[in-house]
């Protein structure tokens, strides 16, 4: 299933709800400062039983005809029924099925919190769950009186009523988030194998966007491999869903062509009567002019001629050829990782980067939509490490992207090209998603 928006900032639930009236997402959820103002009438959240109009009426002859053959035999069972109940009833709060029906009844309350729902950037909603040891509950506070927040001793939240929205039976409740193991010597040996066995090993269905996140997180995958698969005909969806893990809003289409490059080592036998050169450039293309179309004066056609035209200006690098000879690869390491969130306009933490020993002949330039940079080039001229910070200026889920540059830029590994980043208010510092499903599995 997609990848959503977690309760580590990294994964998600994902849920079978028990209601089919319940809506297909919730959004993100973040610890309340205070309860946001009443919701005005009406609202546009659906109603529990706002669904009852997407079934068609019975008619007369068929609603009788069915109620008399499913009704037929009630009297016996609720005769049954009233007999059991009298006799429980009958043995008082003695009786043996009252002690442990009282002191340990079968749904027991684990933990219960208010909420705001995200709704977007500038719009939050209260919510309650309450999570039981065999169910989960997401649930709309009902406000009664507005007055009540004004007052300086504010209503305890779980006295308050609400409206059940969603419920998740515990047993179809799970985690779902990046794909973490794919064999590497397999993937050079034999791409479509490798991942066929990974996916059957997780007993899960081929999953295209946790796929390319995966190949795109996977800094030691064999690039030469990696360029022939997303290249064949068969891979274009997981090479669209690979480009959009880049993010090319906002970036220069040179820029990020040269990145993307440097993360491929482009085979120079055709497929299927066509260059993979010509593959992933047109794909990259059409990914960076749908991202950019809005901002840019010019057509897709134009757009694809730039691409060519940036080739010949300056020479392209791609990654090494795994059996090619030469100095080995040298690693790239963080002293303080990358920050995956930003609170607006606020610097991040120093981000330090190190490499072995100092190399004039090695610099790493940061680009990012909306992201400014107290120092956007990171030279290694006279020292091993460099260091940064980042301020998100705008509300956002953005990229920050990183080029290699120098003569030695091809020798440096560990780097990851893009890396996102959430830019938000002070308050979802601590943020989770949840992801529901509706009636037919679908999000």
Same mark, same amino acid.
């Given at each position: 299933m997609p990848q959503v928006s977690k309760i580590t900032k990294s994964s998600s639930i994902s849920a079978s709800p028990v209601e089919p009236s319940a809506p297909s997402a919730l959004g993100t959820f973040t610890s309340p400062p205070t309860p946001s103002p009443p919701e005005p009438a009406p609202s546009s959240?659906?109603?529990?039983?706002?669904?009852?109009?997407?079934?068609?009426?019975?008619?007369?002859?068929?609603?009788?005809?069915?109620?008399?053959?499913?009704?037929?035999?009630? !009297?016996?069972?609720?005769?049954?029924?009233?007999?059991?109940?009298?006799?429980?009833?009958?043995?008082?709060?003695?009786?043996?099925?009252?002690?442990?029906?009282?002191?340990?009844?079968?749904?027991?309350?684990?933990?219960?919190? !208010?909420?705001?729902?995200?709704?977007?950037?500038?719009?939050?909603?209260?919510?309650?769950?309450?999570?039981?040891?065999?169910?989960?509950?997401?649930?709309?506070?009902?406000?009664?009186? !507005?007055?009540?927040?004004?007052?300086?001793?504010? !209503?305890?939240?779980?006295?308050?009523?609400?409206?059940?929205?969603?419920?998740?039976?515990?047993?179809?409740?799970?985690?779902?988030?990046?794909?973490?193991?794919?064999?590497?010597?397999?993937?050079?040996?034999?791409?479509?194998?490798?991942?066929?066995?990974?996916?059957?090993?997780?007993?899960?269905?081929?999953?295209?966007?946790?796929?390319?996140?995966l190949l795109f997180c996977t800094p030691e995958i064999d690039r030469a491999q990696l360029s022939d698969y997303l290249s064949s005909r068969t891979s274009h969806v997981i090479l669209k869903h690979y480009l959009d893990v880049f993010g090319f809003t906002g970036v220069r289409m040179d820029k990020v062509l040269h990145i993307f490059l440097q993360t491929m080592n482009v085979p120079t036998h055709a497929t299927q009567g066509a260059s993979p050169l010509d593959i992933l450039l047109d794909s990259f293309a059409s990914q960076w002019y749908d991202a950019n179309g809005k901002q840019v004066a010019y057509d897709k056609d134009l757009a694809y001629s730039d691409i060519y035209a940036s080739i010949y200006r300056k020479p392209l690098s791609q990654a090494r050829h795994p059996s090619s000879n030469g100095p080995i690869e040298i690693t790239v390491t963080f002293k303080c990782t990358l920050p995956s969130h930003l609170t607006y306009k606020v610097q991040s933490e120093p981000v330090v980067i190190r490499i072995p020993q100092a190399d004039p002949n090695f610099t790493i330039k940061l680009f990012g939509h909306n992201l400014a940079f107290e120092l956007p080039v990171l030279s290694f001229a006279k020292s091993s490490e460099a260091s940064f910070r980042v301020t998100g200026t705008l509300f956002s889920l953005t990229t920050l992207l990183m080029l290699h540059s120098g003569s030695n830029a091809l020798l440096y590994a560990g780097l990851p090209p893009s890396w996102p980043i959430s830019v938000e208010h002070a308050f979802m510092r601590n943020t989770f998603q949840i992801t529901l499903l509706n009636h037919t599995n679908a999000l």
């Open positions: 959240t659906p109603e529990p039983w706002s669904s009852l109009s997407d079934y068609p009426q019975l008619t007369t002859s068929k609603s009788s005809s069915n109620t008399s053959s499913q009704y037929s035999d009630f !009297p016996s069972k609720c005769a049954v029924v009233m007999e059991h109940l009298n006799e429980m009833l009958g043995r008082g709060p003695k009786g043996p099925i009252w002690p442990s029906a009282i002191n340990d009844p079968p749904r027991k309350l684990l933990l219960a919190a !208010p909420v705001l729902q995200v709704v977007n950037s500038d719009m939050v909603k209260d919510c309650f769950l309450f999570l039981f040891n065999n169910i989960f509950i997401v649930a709309k506070p009902i406000i009664q009186d !507005p007055d009540a927040f004004l007052k300086l001793m504010k !209503p305890n939240p779980l006295d308050r009523k609400s409206v059940i929205k969603n419920v998740v039976l515990l047993r179809n409740l799970w985690f779902s988030g990046e794909l973490k193991s794919l064999s590497h010597a397999q993937f050079a040996n034999d791409a479509n194998q490798a991942i066929m066995s990974l996916f059957n090993n997780l007993r899960q269905a081929d999953d295209p966007v946790a796929l390319a996140q």
